[in-house]
């Protein structure tokens, strides 16, 4: 798995033990890629468990840093001002280093895009602070590039309930709706219940192979899928 996205804000120094390692890297505003650094955010790390382990410090405008236990499961709780709170998870790695670029869930542009899947979804609740919603991508925003992933081998699970799948590719013409048997490159999990959500990923070549990502969401978060285990 690769790091993630983070926002934070500097609460002072970064908590850390003879078992942590510290990972840093930057914040940018939009998940829509303004190019703009957000400053002044705030983020929790949880462990496995979700126990709040450390806050995170912003060691520059637009920069961060935190701690996290050395080879284990974290989560990342963000917040932003003028952003959707997002749920965030990955492997830590054994010794520190450096997260890919972050991006904070801006929320007039996030409701902008909701408006054209509502023509197609109906409402998304980002209001009522009762429901999840969940963004996947199989693309790698440094190159642009990724995995061939179908809308067939994905699955995002309530608990053992399996939710609707949403699929999209980028055609020249902009973002269109995948279809079973076509590859995705954005999916995504509307309204679900808070609490343990999974994205399972199934290997096209031998469907008894999964990896599954396991996130414990609260009410109101997104859940940023976009390190998923086995990409």
Known sequence: MLFLFLSCTALGPVSQTSDDVTLSGSLYQSIFGNGELQEGASIQVFDAAMTEISVAEESSPGSYALAV??????????????????????????????????YAFEEQAVLEFYAGLEEEVGEIDTESGEKVQLWGTTLQFMTGEGKDIYLDQIEILEGQANNLVLGYRLEDEGIVRAQP???????????????????????????????????????????????????
């Open 69 to 102: 236990p050395a080879s284990e499961r974290f989560f990342l709780s963000v917040q932003a001002p003028g952003s959707l709170p997002s749920l965030w998870t990955a492997m830590a790695p054994a010794r520190r280093g450096l997260m890919y670029p972050l």
């Open 181 to 231: 048997g076509e590859l995705v490159d954005w999916f995504f999990g509307i309204n679900l219940e808070p609490g343990e959500i999974s994205v399972r990923i199934t290997d096209p070549l031998d469907p008894a192979i999964q990896s599954e990502t396991v996130y414990f969401s609260q009410g109101g978060e997104t859940i940023a899928a976009f390190y998923t285990e086995g990409y």
